[in-house]
Antibody, heavy 120, light 111 residues
Framework: QVQLQQSGPGLVEPSQTLSLTCAIS??????????WNWLRQSPSRGLEWLGR?????????EYTVSVKSRITINPDTSKNQFSLQLSSVTPEDTAVYYC??????????WGQGTLVTVSP | QSVLTQPPSVSGAPGQRVAISCTGS?????????VHWYQQLPGTAPKVLIY???NRPSGVPDRFSGSKSGTSASLAITGLQAEDEADYYC???????????FGGGTKLTVL
């Protein structure tokens, strides 16, 4: 059974960098058949896919256009986890952030969610 | 505004059938990309209900079914139960955005 455990601060100051980690058990971040995703959910923006990292002979990352200049998703093979960094945050980035495993185009396992509030 | 359009709310009495629509365009559902559906209970992460347009993961009751036609997809729930009260989201890929997109969500109320 795949489990994803999220960790990271729930409060980030404006203009700073939001950092979250998702630890994987029951699968490998280096899997050739899975992708490792970050999403967020807020009343104003709904459910929004932010991006993913995956390994297909080499590491690749894809990001949604709206945050492409501010986002980095990295794998950590030594700890079997992946991370999200979102820079220059504003109050509009306040949301519940989720990590999730993607296979065959859909998201089959999700983390528990982390409420991140952007505030001084 | 979400790329995929869902009704904000639907309702039905226990035992009845309801359907939730998901309307896209020629760059997502109409382009042949699969549609997936998720159920989100209050305070929890979404859970996949239907994948690949009409497939149910093990453990999902056969009261839930999905279909797709043209630029739209639909989630049907038969024999409504109180425990089905939740938010439902559709999900697909959009080639013009080069990324995954979601519907705005539909709140199901069991009367």
């Amino acid at each position: 059974q795949v489990q994803l455990q999220q960790s990271g601060p729930g409060l980030v100051e404006p203009s700073q960098t939001l950092s979250l980690t998702c630890a994987i058990s029951g699968d490998s971040v280096s899997s050739n058949s899975a992708g490792w995703n970050w999403l967020r959910q807020s009343p104003s923006r709904g459910l929004e896919w932010l991006g993913r990292t995956y390994y297909r002979s080499k590491w690749r990352s894809e990001y949604t256009v709206s945050v492409k200049s501010r986002i980095t998703i990295n794998p950590d093979t030594s700890k079997n986890q992946f991370s999200l960094q979102l820079s220059s945050v504003t109050p509009e980035d306040t949301a519940v952030y989720y990590c999730a495993r993607g296979r065959d185009g859909y998201l089959d396992y999700w983390g528990q969610g982390t409420l991140v509030t952007v505030s001084p | 505004q979400s790329v995929l359009t869902q009704p904000p709310s639907v309702s039905g009495a226990p035992g009845q059938r309801v359907a939730i629509s998901c309307t896209g365009s020629s760059s997502n559902i109409g382009a042949g990309y699969d549609v997936h559906w998720y159920q989100q209970l209050p305070g929890t992460a979404p859970k996949v209900l239907i994948y690949g347009n009409s497939n149910r993961p093990s453990g999902v009751p056969d009261r839930f079914s999905g279909s797709k036609s043209g630029t739209s997809a639909s989630l049907a729930i038969t024999g409504l139960q109180a425990e089905d009260e939740a938010d439902y989201y559709c999900h697909s890929y959009d080639s013009s955005l080069s990324g995954w997109v979601f519907g705005g969500g539909t709140k199901l109320t069991v009367l």
